[in-house]
């Protein structure tokens, strides 16, 4: 499987990683190999296999529906880019 | 054209618990910015997630309620997209293995049809905080508060044709959410939402046509309106033979029209994938049975139990059992009172003309149930008539008093005295005689239809005190002569 | 004194030989004499570490000193650690001051230890070499011309430089188990679930583990007893109970059943380290264990189904990276998919930017069967593969990397010939089953590690299994020769 530009552009968006031209191309020869390394999953016979997402196949644990947590938005703010009255700020969002 | 309107619901109901689906931290509307947020909610490096139990109670909840198929093993995916008030670039959702599958409700339309519809699924999933559209230095503010917020999203299979249809499969499951506890069912600040998926076919073909969904419509009277506009603008571009194209749009109830969102568009490709930081969540038989048997009554239930055990009609139970505070508010009343008639009448007339004239609802009456039972108590002992105790309860409204104190303050208490009644009514004989002589000279029947002239004039005389009962036999005797 | 244990200084710090003032100034003072030529730091907590060493002090006076108090030791850049800069490598957190603890962290803060600084990395722990650091390529302290394994290389080189006594790593695919093995220390990667990934910056969340670096197994063990144990804040810590890990390692070895499996020690095994091996498995032989040839079929099949999963995991555990909360934001953004595309691309290096790139394709439309379910297919295969070795012997046996540690910039323009180095590393993480790497000799003047693979929780084992090594043999206690590369 190898990907064009074009796949690489389209993946990089959905990424949200801004590609300059001149590196489409380091990107779509370096993630072409990646897929081909992993092209050899493909000859394997797993019908029958179930998807083994996590190792131990542990149950999940509930937590009780308690307050623990305090405010502590000023120790968060602080490591923000740009805050202004308690909120985060980002350039405008259009809807 | 002959149009069929084909209707889908996605309904987010907030569940009510204490703390967040996946953290501590405080569920609550209204707070400051950002001062209900942990580590998880902000989606900060390493933080991780734990399941809020209370939700997952919910959740089955809801489940037996619409007689849904409950999944045994439910699997939290992740829902991948950027947008600045979801802050782990991930929705956390359910997607393949639901806590809720297949299952249905049935819901009475105003002319007394009764139709069913599906229940595809209901998941449990965070929501996302709120952008602040606001000018902050000329940008957008991000309040995370509501973000990991519990959501049930209940989605309909595409059975709905209508939008009177649409707006009594919300409020069936407004009143489902509200009797079971699970949900406040506060639309206006966004407790519940809608998502309106929507296309037209015309009439006797099977396929469905290309459909839009309209996103985030928060009130009864939004969701009716919303499906009119659209419905018209489908019908008016497939008319001129147009082509529907499927998006996402938004309802402008100032406007009153829906407009394509195009920022939501190209981020169609979500890349589910099962949760890694989440585990599958495993039920017992003997968990789930046990929610089942401890399910409160239901708006269905509790109807047919008022027909029953009240003897209302249909139309009355219907109306009574709506919401689960407007039951509970009559079954108060009728407790107290031990009159079923009397008190749906009343809750279902005066209160009811009174909340709707305030716009409240009737968890927020300024007159509790119990000092409406004493006003209609003393309706039943003859302290007062009815046309007095509408008086009464405008001034009880009006905080002026409980009703024994404002019927004695008023000096409102009915006259039963029947000799104080004779003379009014002889006087009334008296100062018509015009009237009593063509009484006189009339049929049995028609004498039954002028004797209310005379009980007017009587009540009129008696400044409404007059206690009707007596008055009548008094009055018959005194003007047969 | 850079040589000594754990239990030997805590001796020492008990009878006043030494202060842990004092040890900690004296470490410091080698840090910032000899890491200048290693890199192995990428921040150095001196004022927070001789408070708490004066803290360790009082305590030790009063006399409720535990084993690690007092000891010095550093944890990889992706343990966030309240008030300290936690960078994981990354430009993208160059300015990242965490207001909290990780679990791992904050209990080896409990136990006592004094923190010396945070210890580079390959940037959000992609790599097996170190040279994907923003902060620089950490340099081997047998020879600083080559690579010191990734992506723990720093806590790897600082340990064995002598920098500190001991250091935590974390391991999604052997970045414990393979810089261990490239600077001459000791390693543990434990069962999954079996200490918190609370507070570490996840990698790939099902596959990421934390665990100790140290000389010996001995330290190794100290260090396990305090991180090791279920966590409320993570969904993912197992419940079961912990062992004490120092309590078992004087268990003798006879009867022990090793298996070796056959595709570990196959053509493509270097033949100077296939040697080394069969020279240590002969001393196990010795303490009377026997040996057993065993099959791992579906072994070469780890590195595809890895390098599905992990990106796969990483590109979403890594979308929070968006320059809103925290982290770096590109300058003057001119609209907000501008700073998303920006940021991100600015503060991830290349090595990040693919991975994030190969698992937005592989969880894609079209694509997610394919790849990401196809994967964990068939890492239930790679899982029963131990399973059933495991039915049959006690541990495995085998190389931790097919070469000694390689020239730095040697591996850096072929995309996937570094992934080839993880092939007997990365099964362990997709089957959740404990590994070690043990120094077990030398090839050409550089260490060579012996991986110990074991059943799940089996961490005691292992540990005692090394131990007892470590007892007849001295590979874990040569020091490199700083003096040649310094």
């Known amino acids: ?95 | 054209m002959n149009w069929e309107v084909v209707i889908g619901l996605e309904i987010h109901a907030q569940l009510s618990t204490k703390s967040k689906l996946f953290s501590g931290a405080a569920v609550g509307f209204g707070a400051e910015p950002n001062t209900q947020t942990t580590l998880v909610d902000l989606g900060m490096p390493g933080a991780l997630p734990v399941f809020n139990k209370e939700a997952l109670r919910m959740a089955v909840m809801f489940g037996h309620a619409v007689n849904a198929e409950i999944g045994m093993t439910s699997i939290f995916a992740r829902k991948n997209y950027f947008y600045p008030d979801l802050p782990k670039g991930y929705q956390t959702s359910q997607m393949d293995d639901p806590i809720v599958g297949k299952g249905a409700l049935d819901i009475t339309l105003e002319d007394g049809t009764v139709r069913r519809i599906g229940i595809t699924r209901a998941h449990l999933e965070e929501d996302a905080g709120k952008s602040l559209h606001e000018d902050f230095q000329g940008m957008t503010g991000i309040d995370l508060n509501r973000s990991s917020t519990p959501l049930l999203e209940i989605v309909s299979e595409p059975d709905i044709r209508s939008a009177k249809e649409a707006v009594a499969y919300v409020k069936m499951i407004h009143s489902i959410v509200t009797y079971l506890g699970i949900c406040d069912g506060n639309m206006a600040e966004g407790s519940m939402r809608c998502d309106i998926n929507l296309s037209l076919r015309p009439k006797g073909q099977s396929e469905y046509g290309t459909r839009t969904e309209i996103k985030n419509v928060n009130s009864f009277r939004f969701i009716e309106k919303a499906i009119y506009t659209e419905i018209e603008r489908q019908a008016d571009i497939l008319e001129d033979g147009g082509k529907i194209v499927q998006e996402t749009r938004l309802y402008d109830p100032d406007k009153n029209e829906t407009r394509s969102m195009r920022s939501k568009e190209d981020a169609n490709d979500y890349r589910y994938f099962p949760c890694p930081d989440l585990l599958p969540v495993e039920l017992t038989e003997e968990y789930v049975e046990a929610i089942r048997q401890n399910l409160p009554e239901l708006p269905t239930q509790k109807a047919a139990r008022f027909i029953e055990q009240y003897k209302l009609s249909d139309y009355d139970a219907g109306v009574l059992s709506a919401s689960r505070s407007m039951a509970d508010y009559f079954e108060t009343l009728v407790n107290k009172t031990k009159d079923a008639k009397l008190s749906a009448n009343w809750v279902m007339g005066e209160l009811s003309k009174l909340l709707n004239q305030s716009q409240l609802e009737i968890v927020n009456s300024p007159v509790s149930a119990d000092s409406f039972a004493e006003l209609l108590i003393r309706i039943q002992d003859n302290t007062i008539n009815g046309k007095t105790a509408k008086d009464v309860l405008q001034s009880m409204w009006d905080g002026e008093g409980s009703a024994d104190e404002i019927i004695e303050k008023k000096g409102l208490v009915q006259v039963t005295d029947t000799a104080a009644i004779e003379a009014m009514v002889q006087s009334v004989i008296d100062a018509n005689s015009a009237q009593v002589e063509q009484f006189r000279a009339s049929e049995p029947d028609k004498q039954k239809k002028m004797i209310g002239f005379f009980m007017g004039q009587v009540m009129k005389a008696s400044q409404g005190k007059a206690n009707p009962g007596l008055v009548t036999p008094i009055l018959q005797k005194l003007l047969q002569g | 004194m850079y040589q000594q244990n754990i239990a030997a200084l805590a001796k020492q710090l008990r009878s006043k030989d030494i202060s842990s003032v004092e040890l900690t100034q004296s470490f410091l003072s080698r840090i910032k004499d000899v890491d200048p030529s290693l890199n192995s730091f990428i921040s150095v907590t001196e004022d927070t570490a001789l408070n708490t060493a004066a803290e360790a002090d009082k305590l030790i006076a009063s006399g409720n000193a535990g084993p690690l108090t007092g000891i010095p030791i550093a944890h990889k850049d992706l343990f966030c650690t309240n008030g300290i800069l936690t960078t994981c490598g990354s430009k993208m957190l160059h300015n990242f001051i965490p207001p909290y603890e990780s679990t791992v962290t904050s209990r080896l803060k409990q136990a006592g230890t004094v923190l010396l600084g945070k210890t580079n990395m390959d940037e959000f722990a992609m790599g097996s070499s170190n040279e994907n650091s923003y902060y620089g390529a950490v340099k081997n302290p047998w020879d600083t011309t080559k690579v010191p394994g990734g992506s723990s290389g720093g806590s790897a080189a600082a340990v064995a430089a002598g920098l500190v006594v001991a250091a935590t790593g974390t391991d999604t695919g052997g970045s414990i188990r393979q810089p261990a093995s490239f600077c001459g220390i000791t390693g543990l990667k434990p069962t999954y679930g079996r200490v918190s990934r609370f507070g570490m910056v996840a990698f790939a969340s099902s596959l990421d583990q934390a665990g100790p670096m140290a000389r010996s197994a001995e330290d190794c063990a100290y260090i396990m007893n305090a991180i090791a144990g279920f966590d409320t804040q993570d969904s993912t810590s197992s419940e079961q109970a912990t062992d004490d890990y120092v309590d078992t390692l004087s268990q003798p070895l006879q009867g022990l059943k090793i298996g070796l499996p056959k595709e570990y020690f196959d053509s493509t095994l270097n033949d100077d380290i296939k040697n080394t091996l069969m020279t240590a498995i002969k001393e196990f032989e010795k303490l009377g264990a026997t040996i057993k040839e065993i099959s791992l079929p579906n072994l070469k099949l780890s590195i595809p189904s890895y390098y599905v999963i992990a990106p796969s995991e990483a590109s979403s555990n890594l979308s929070r990276f968006d320059g809103v909360r925290y982290g770096h934001r590109c300058e003057n953004p001119k609209d907000l998919l501008d700073m998303y595309m920006r940021s991100r691309a600015e503060g991830f290096g290349q090595e990040v930017q693919k991975r994030i790139m190969v698992g937005t394709y592989a969880l894609s439309e079209g694509y997610y069967d394919a790849y990401y379910l196809k994967a964990q297919r068939i890492r239930r295969l790679i899982k029963q593969d131990f399973v059933n070795a495991l039915a049959e012997v006690d541990v495995i046996m085998g190389p931790v990397a097919p070469t000694t540690a390689f020239d730095i910039g040697s591996k850096t323009n072929d995309p996937v010939a570094m992934y080839l180095e993880d092939i007997y590393t990365l099964s362990v993480n997709l089957a959740g089953i404990p590994a070690m790497s043990v120094p077990a000799g030398f090839d050409n003047g550089m260490p060579v590690g012996l991986q110990i693979m074991g059943n799940y929780f089996a961490e005691a084992k292992l540990l005692n299994i090394a131990h007892q090594y470590q007892q007849v043999t001295d590979w874990h206690l040569q020091n490199p020769n700083l003096a040649k590369g310094a």
């Open chain 1, 1 to 95: 499987m190898s990907l064009d530009t074009q796949d690489v552009q389209k993946i990089a968006h959905l990424a949200r990683l801004a590609l300059p031209d001149e590196e489409v191309q380091t990107y779509q020869s370096s993630l072409s190999s990646v897929l081909e390394l992993v092209e050899e999953m493909q000859s394997v016979d797993t019908s029958g296999v179930d998807p083994l997402t996590n190792p131990l196949e542990m149950t999940q644990r509930l937590r009780e529906d308690e307050v623990t947590e305090t405010n502590r938005r000023d120790d968060f703010l602080a490591n923000a880019p740009h805050s202004s009255n308690g909120l985060f700020l980002v350039p405008k969002v259009i809807d």
